[in-house]
T-cell receptor, first 116, second 113 residues
């Protein structure tokens, strides 16, 4: 149980295009999902907190118009990187927290984004 | 906001030895402290966590201690095995809602046979 998937697992796009990444909780409902960015051999940097049915809460320094987050259902959150540039190339990883009383975050496998 | 510092950044031990990783946090109101293990190319997975009303928690070879006064917590792995080799992240949940976590920089643990 508590499986989180991400799609796509990797994507290559041209500079200026937009890319959408999906995060799904497969066997549980998640009221809250989180989006992180992880650079090679570095930590998980929290980008935003996504709550079902409400606007995402972004961390300081993260551009909300650049990284659009939508949490339309209890099992799906999407991150759209708009007008992507090479500096947006990174590993994006999501996590989901179950509706039941638990603090544990279950992580997805991540999405490797490369912007040419 | 919350700041979590983690040390050391790399740790190399011989199989069977113990490993200790330490973290400090800045938000004195934080009350949840998990540890995640991330193997190469894989997703982070929770290995143990502790809440502020407890000073120590143990699960087989893994233990976590918490000192709220000093605002630091530590991960202890005993009788290390090669499969313990991974990156370990500590995290703290700051006040403010939504159960978000702020992660430390990570410790790359290498256990040599």
């Amino acid at each position: 149980g508590a499986v989180v998937s991400q799609h796509p697992s990797w994507v290559i796009c041209k500079s200026g295009t937009s890319v959408k990444i999906e995060c799904r909780s497969l066997d549980f409902q998640a009221t809250t999902m989180f989006w992180y960015r992880q650079f090679p051999k570095q930590s998980l940097m929290l980008m935003a907190t996504s709550n079902e049915g409400s606007k995402a809460t972004y961390e300081q320094g993260v551009e909300k118009d650049k990284f659009l987050i939508n949490h339309a259902s209890l099992t799906l959150s999407t991150l759209t990187v708009t007008s992507a540039h090479p500096e947006d190339s990174s590993f994006y990883i999501c996590s989901a927290m179950a509706v039941r009383s638990s603090y544990e975050q279950f992580f997805g496998p991540g999405t490797r984004l490369t912007v040419l | 906001g919350e700041n979590v510092e983690q040390h050391p950044s790399t740790l190399s031990v011989q199989e069977g030895d113990s490993a200790v990783i330490k973290c400090t946090y800045s938000d004195s109101a934080s009350n949840y402290f998990p540890w995640y293990k991330q193997e190469l190319g894989k997703r982070p997975q929770l290995i143990i966590d502790i809440r502020s009303n407890v000073g120590e928690k143990k699960d087989q070879r893994i233990a976590v201690t918490l000192n709220k006064t000093a605002k630091h917590f530590s991960l202890h792995i005993t009788e290390t095995q090669p499969e313990d080799s991974a990156v370990y992240f500590c995290a703290a949940e700051p006040t403010g809602g939504y159960n978000k976590l702020i992660f430390g920089a990570g410790t790359r643990l290498a256990v040599h046979p």
